[in-house]
């Protein structure tokens, strides 16, 4: 703590007064700047979670749109060897494509670039027939997609058969001979409110959206969802690659990032006002005494309130004169001890240097920062800092470095987390992604032919990354809105044990694959309980999927539905090697859970039990998990009974 000291202004009423009036004025100062610092940490803590929602927003954009020109492309690789295929046919590949996905409205197909055939006919006539070099709208994406022979997207605009959406143009080349042509094009129309729902936009989550399209890189953007004013309201922004062009999102909160402006600039005036009335009278009694009497109480105040970390040294030599409590705490070292040690001492030797010659090259009103440094505590671990600060003169004309220094490990951690979040959900992507391209592409070059075994087991494989990956959107979908409390369930009374039974019938046939028994044991109790069936079958998919992966041939997965006291509670057990200690604290985590077990029988995302956990307490129930040698591993679905819950005997 700096003490004033030295300092004597007698003993008349009217002088100390004047001094009771100054501490008060260079309070209210310090509490602006106080104020100021911790607004500036409040909008970057806001501007961190809003980047964390709108990156999980735009990967699943940018997924949704691949998936649907990807689906395209299935049908080029058709039509590139059955170039006179039929309406019938068409349809028939049409169907089989657009299976589980709804943001599709139609395929059609344009030999001589003119649309001949469609999927769906249903509610999309109105375009067969169009010529595309006849139709403003339509043709110049047409027409570059025919020039340049790749992918373009083109939209949102208003479509011949009613609505909007976006429309992908694929070209498709014929082999004749030697020869290569040009047959025309497909197209895949993407319905617009569909593609913003899949990507959660619709589903906002107290976060203001814009979506800005650029086609080619020469063409102009234009914005195509929420306020264009958006992008000028300082948002953060994330960009989502599409087929010859972009999309940039724009986020920010629903009553936008947290002001201080004006608080500050009323205090700031106040406390000026304050001051000059102050600094007046003292003025008249010496102006030494006044500057040494301001500086010295500046700095009291400022180490009394400020939350952040303060240093003050000598800018020649480095060494310490004096720290604040918070900085004491933050470093663990006592005050006797820092006065022997310099700024140097306090960093981690690869920092030396860089802090060295910032204290070299400091001159009087010098401001520095904020850079990122690594503190080094009392206990010898390194602690991630932000410092600034600015370089003054002392009444005895010595140079001092006053030093902010922020803890941001905190911070740090959570973008680390973040960035490891993105990584991994674009590495569980881009897997399957990768052998269904293989996969396909192995079939669309004719190294292998379709009707052969070889042909279908690499169809097969197409289809279990295809399936993956819908599970991962899907489940990404449910993660988010788990998070964000916007999830919502269809709550009725239905009975457990029916649940059960569904739950095993659907994941017998996988069971049978590989030997495993799963069975429904006991005297189970039935009951009726409110919940919403449809994620109760979610969740106990998910936990007899963990069992599976867990058993080898010839054992039982076992489920039982128990009639406690109190509660409810369904036993999922299987009879595999019980799980290291480190996996059991971890396996309800995101990520937690993926290639692990004697076997992967279904491909998972790493999402399940996460998941599953959270709509669990959603409904008010639990989930915990129990392993060990003599009993293998356990998970318990629990849920409270309510008034008015019934039991039978099955």
């Given at each position: 703590?700096?003490?004033?000291?030295?300092?004597?202004?007698?003993?008349?009423?009217?002088?100390?007064?004047?001094?009771?009036?100054?501490?008060?004025?260079?309070?209210?100062?310090?509490?602006?700047?106080?104020?100021?610092?911790?607004?500036?940490?409040?909008?970057?803590?806001?501007?961190?979670?809003?980047?964390?929602?709108?990156?999980?927003?735009?990967?699943?954009?940018?997924?949704?749109?691949?998936?649907?020109?990807?689906?395209?492309?299935?049908?080029?690789?058709?039509?590139?060897?059955?170039?006179?295929?039929?309406?019938?046919?068409?349809?028939?590949?049409?169907?089989?494509?657009?299976?589980?996905?709804?943001?599709?409205?139609?395929?059609?197909?344009?030999?001589?670039?003119?649309?001949?055939?469609?999927?769906?006919?249903?509610?999309?006539?109105?375009?067969?027939?169009?010529?595309?070099?006849?139709?403003?709208?339509?043709?110049?994406?047409?027409?570059?997609?025919?020039?340049?022979?790749?992918?373009?997207?083109?939209?949102?605009?208003?479509?011949?058969?009613?609505?909007?959406?976006?429309?992908?143009?694929?070209?498709?080349?014929?082999?004749?001979?030697?020869?290569?042509?040009?047959?025309?094009?497909?197209?895949?129309?993407?319905?617009?409110?569909?593609?913003?729902?899949?990507?959660?936009?619709?589903?906002?989550?107290?976060?203001?959206?814009?979506?800005?399209?650029?086609?080619?890189?020469?063409?102009?953007?234009?914005?195509?969802?929420?306020?264009?004013?958006?992008?000028?309201?300082?948002?953060?922004?994330?960009?989502?690659?599409?087929?010859?062009?972009?999309?940039?999102?724009?986020?920010?909160?629903?009553?936008?990032?947290?002001?201080?402006?004006?608080?500050?600039?009323?205090?700031?005036?106040?406390?000026?006002?304050?001051?000059?009335?102050?600094?007046?009278?003292?003025?008249?009694?010496?102006?030494?005494?006044?500057?040494?009497?301001?500086?010295?109480?500046?700095?009291?105040?400022?180490?009394?309130?400020?939350?952040?970390?303060?240093?003050?040294?000598?800018?020649?030599?480095?060494?310490?004169?004096?720290?604040?409590?918070?900085?004491?705490?933050?470093?663990?070292?006592?005050?006797?001890?820092?006065?022997?040690?310099?700024?140097?001492?306090?960093?981690?030797?690869?920092?030396?240097?860089?802090?060295?010659?910032?204290?070299?090259?400091?001159?009087?009103?010098?401001?520095?920062?904020?850079?990122?440094?690594?503190?080094?505590?009392?206990?010898?671990?390194?602690?991630?800092?932000?410092?600034?600060?600015?370089?003054?003169?002392?009444?005895?004309?010595?140079?001092?470095?006053?030093?902010?220094?922020?803890?941001?490990?905190?911070?740090?951690?959570?973008?680390?987390?973040?960035?490891?979040?993105?990584?991994?959900?674009?590495?569980?992507?881009?897997?399957?992604?990768?052998?269904?391209?293989?996969?396909?592409?192995?079939?669309?070059?004719?190294?292998?032919?379709?009707?052969?075994?070889?042909?279908?087991?690499?169809?097969?494989?197409?289809?279990?990354?295809?399936?993956?990956?819908?599970?991962?959107?899907?489940?990404?979908?449910?993660?988010?809105?788990?998070?964000?409390?916007?999830?919502?369930?269809?709550?009725?009374?239905?009975?457990?044990v029916e649940l059960v039974r569904d739950s095993i019938q659907a994941q017998e046939l996988v069971a049978a694959q590989y030997g495993i028994s799963v069975n429904l044991v006991g005297d189970s109790a039935d009951m009726t309980l409110p919940c919403d069936p449809d994620r109760v079958r979610q969740i106990?998919?998910?936990?007899?999927?963990?069992?599976?992966?867990?058993?080898?041939?010839?054992?039982?997965?076992?489920?039982?539905?128990?009639?406690?006291?109190?509660?409810?509670?369904?036993?999922?057990?299987?009879?595999?090697?019980?799980?290291?200690?480190?996996?059991?604290?971890?396996?309800?985590?995101?990520?937690?859970?993926?290639?692990?077990?004697?076997?992967?029988?279904?491909?998972?995302?790493?999402?399940?039990?996460?998941?599953?956990?959270?709509?669990?307490?959603?409904?008010?129930?639990?989930?915990?998990?129990?392993?060990?040698?003599?009993?293998?591993?356990?998970?318990?679905?629990?849920?409270?009974?309510?008034?008015?819950?019934?039991?039978?005997?099955?």
């Amino acid at each position: 703590m700096i003490r004033l000291g030295g300092l004597n202004l007698g003993g008349s009423p009217r002088l100390l007064w004047l001094i009771r009036v100054v501490t008060i004025a260079t309070t209210v100062a310090a509490i602006a700047m106080v104020y100021q610092f911790d607004s500036e940490r409040e909008r970057a803590q806001s501007r961190s979670e809003v980047a964390e929602r709108l990156t999980a927003k735009a990967i699943l954009l940018e997924t949704t749109i691949k998936r649907s020109i990807q689906t395209a492309r299935s049908l080029v690789a058709v039509i590139s060897t059955e170039p006179d295929l039929d309406q019938q046919r068409f349809s028939a590949l049409g169907n089989a494509l657009l299976v589980s996905i709804p943001e599709i409205r139609a395929l059609g197909a344009s030999p001589s670039m003119r649309v001949s055939l469609l999927h769906p006919l249903k509610d999309n006539q109105a375009a067969l027939g169009l010529k595309l070099d006849s139709n403003f709208s339509r043709w110049p994406a047409a027409n570059k997609a025919a020039r340049t022979g790749q992918v373009t997207l083109d939209g949102p605009m208003e479509l011949v058969q009613g609505g909007r959406g976006l429309i992908g143009w694929l070209p498709v080349a014929v082999r004749e001979g030697d020869e290569t042509r040009f047959w025309g094009l497909v197209s895949v129309v993407i319905d617009e409110q569909k593609l913003y729902r899949a990507a959660g936009l619709l589903d906002d989550g107290g976060l203001q959206l814009a979506l800005r399209y650029r086609q080619g890189s020469d063409g102009g953007s234009q914005v195509i969802f929420g306020e264009a004013s958006l992008f000028t309201k300082d948002p953060v922004l994330a960009s989502v690659s599409v087929p010859d062009g972009q999309i940039q999102l724009a986020g920010l909160p629903k009553n936008g990032w947290p002001g201080f402006e004006d608080e500050l600039r009323d205090l700031a005036l106040s406390s000026l006002l304050g001051l000059t009335l102050v600094i007046l009278p003292v003025m008249l009694l010496t102006f030494s005494m006044r500057r040494e009497w301001l500086s010295r109480r500046q700095l009291e105040t400022l180490f009394d309130v400020a939350p952040t970390g303060m240093i003050l040294a000598e800018s020649d030599s480095g060494r310490i004169v004096e720290v604040n409590d918070r900085f004491l705490r933050m470093s663990g070292f006592d005050m006797s001890t820092l006065q022997d040690m310099s700024l140097e001492d306090l960093v981690m030797p690869d920092k030396r240097a860089q802090l060295t010659r910032l204290r070299v090259e400091s001159r009087d009103g010098t401001q520095f920062g904020p850079y990122e440094s690594e503190l080094l505590t009392r206990t010898g671990q390194p602690l991630t800092v932000s410092c600034s600060g600015s370089v003054l003169r002392s009444t005895d004309r010595q140079l001092l470095m006053w030093t902010l220094v922020q803890d941001i490990s905190e911070r740090k951690r959570v973008e680390n987390v973040k960035a490891q979040f993105v990584s991994t959900v674009s590495h569980e992507l881009r897997t399957p992604l990768t052998s269904i391209a293989g996969s396909l592409g192995l079939l669309c070059r004719g190294a292998v032919e379709p009707s052969t075994d070889k042909g279908r087991e690499l169809l097969s494989i197409a289809m279990f990354n295809s399936e993956r990956c819908t599970r991962l959107v899907n489940e990404l979908l449910d993660l988010d809105q788990l998070t964000s409390r916007t999830m919502r369930l269809n709550i009725r009374p239905v009975s457990i044990v029916e649940l059960v039974r569904d739950s095993i019938q659907a994941q017998e046939l996988v069971a049978a694959q590989y030997g495993i028994s799963v069975n429904l044991v006991g005297d189970s109790a039935d009951m009726t309980l409110p919940c919403d069936p449809d994620r109760v079958r979610q969740i106990l998919g998910n936990l007899l999927s963990h069992a599976l992966n867990h058993s080898v041939k010839g054992q039982v997965v076992e489920v039982a539905v128990l009639n406690l006291e109190d509660k409810f509670r369904i036993r999922v057990q299987d009879h595999g090697p019980p799980l290291e200690e480190d996996r059991r604290a971890r396996m309800f985590d995101v990520f937690a859970d993926q290639d692990v077990g004697p076997k992967r029988l279904k491909g998972g995302t790493g999402l399940g039990l996460a998941v599953s956990r959270q709509l669990a307490r959603l409904m008010g129930g639990d989930i915990h998990f129990e392993s060990d040698s003599a009993q293998g591993n356990r998970f318990y679905l629990t849920f409270p009974r309510l008034d008015g819950d019934t039991v039978s005997s099955h």
